[in-house]
């Protein structure tokens, strides 16, 4: 299984003494673009405390390396994440964690007329899919305040 790279800062201390506390879930999200749908993710972990996201809710961004980096197609995309399921170096935890992928809308809206479908088969797997057109449409209503 080639190597995948986690982006989080939940752990980042200002301080070594302090206590580690374990997260109560863990949100792991996979884009099929490495450009936009990535820039969103690493922000939002960036900017989490000023979204007053609980301090024990992990997001976590899995970027794809190597021989997985190319893989862009919704239905490879949730084989991909359920494979990660497995993955010692993330420690998905199958009872709290969830796994949430998301592509870009505009691109597959062609190739991916089954989209009910597809959201059907990634919730058996406990896999959340999402387009990019949706999240991108909470960050535009957030800024209209």
Known sequence: MAPVRSYTNWNSRTT????QIEPYR??????????TETWYFKKLIDIRKE?????????RLLEKTEGDRDISFPRRLIEFAENQKENPEIAFDKERD????????????EKVLDYDELVAEGEKKNIL??????????DNKSGES
């Open 98 to 109: 969830k796994m949430i992928v998301v592509f870009d809308g505009d691109i597959f809206e």
């Open 16 to 19: 070594d003494e302090e206590e």
């Open 51 to 59: 979204l007053n996201i609980h301090p024990l809710i992990d997001i």
């Open 129 to 138: 899919v999402v387009r990019e057109d949706f999240i991108s449409s909470l």
């Open 26 to 35: 863990k949100y792991f999200f996979i884009c099929e673009g490495a450009n």
